[in-house]
């Protein structure tokens, strides 16, 4: 079974600072990922993706790949309680039918 | 314009009998997949097609059956219902089979009773 693990949380920070959201995974060949945002009672959304080791930023999101450590990890910098919600770590497979496995998610509160 | 389209949003029925989800896409994607979110918002994958062809099955009973008239339009039929199958239902497409973004319908909220 692949899996996608995230620490469940929650995971509270004030307004304003840095919130850091971390996921591992054990399919060593996934090539893709991705963090999904979901709002309590809403569906998924994604935020941001990343392919290459390293970090890639957009806008207050950094998302940051390790494929030697299969760990992935997004900080949103200047958090607002707007980011207040559920953040999904989402791996793609590989071999066979390549399909994309989600992790339970970690819950943010960004506290005023 | 909904992008990804599910009815119903909330289905509420008794233990034992059939019902349908339905989804309908308007992206011109090639996969669709429905996805099962339990109450601790795990997000699992049940099913996925390819032009209507099925790609991906996962464990999941055989009561579940998905339908694909046509690329655009992925149903979900559920015989038997089970106080276990209470969960909320999402529909999903992508461009490229799972390597692109997933475009998440609003999902359909069931209850068996």
């Known amino acids: 079974q692949k899996e996608v693990e995230q620490n469940s949380g929650p995971l509270s920070v004030p307004e304003g600072a840095i919130a850091s959201l971390n996921c591992t995974y054990s399919?060593?060949?996934?090539?893709?990922f991705f963090w999904y945002r979901q709002y309590s009672g809403k569906s998924p959304e994604l935020i941001m993706f990343i392919y290459s080791n390293g970090d890639k930023e957009d806008g207050r999101f950094t998302a940051q790949l390790n494929k030697a450590s299969q760990y992935v990890s997004l900080l949103i910098r200047d958090s607002q309680p707007s980011d207040s919600a559920t953040y999904l770590c989402?791996?793609?497979?590989?071999?066979?039918?390549?399909?994309?496995?989600f992790g339970k998610g970690t819950k943010l509160t960004v506290n005023p | 314009d909904t992008a990804v389209s599910q009815t119903p949003k909330y289905l509420v029925t008794q233990m034992g009998n059939d019902k349908s989800i339905k989804c309908e896409q308007n992206?011109?994607?090639?996969?669709m997949y429905w996805y099962k979110q339990d109450s601790k918002k795990f997000l699992k994958i049940m099913f996925s097609?390819?032009?209507?062809?099925?790609?991906i099955n996962e464990t999941v009973p055989n009561r579940f059956s998905p339908k694909s008239p046509d690329k655009a339009h992925l149903n979900l039929h559920i015989n038997s219902l089970e106080l276990g199958d209470s969960a909320v239902y999402f529909c999903?497409?992508?461009?490229?089979?799972?390597?692109?973004?997933?475009?998440f319908g609003s999902g359909t909220q069931l209850s068996v009773l």
């Open positions: 097609y390819n032009n209507k062809e099925l790609i």
């Open positions: 992206l011109g994607h090639d996969t």
């Open positions: 989402a791996v793609q497979t590989q071999g066979g039918s390549e399909k994309l496995v």
């Open positions: 399919d060593r060949g996934s090539q893709s």
């Open positions: 999903a497409s992508s461009q490229r089979g799972g390597r692109e973004k997933l475009f």
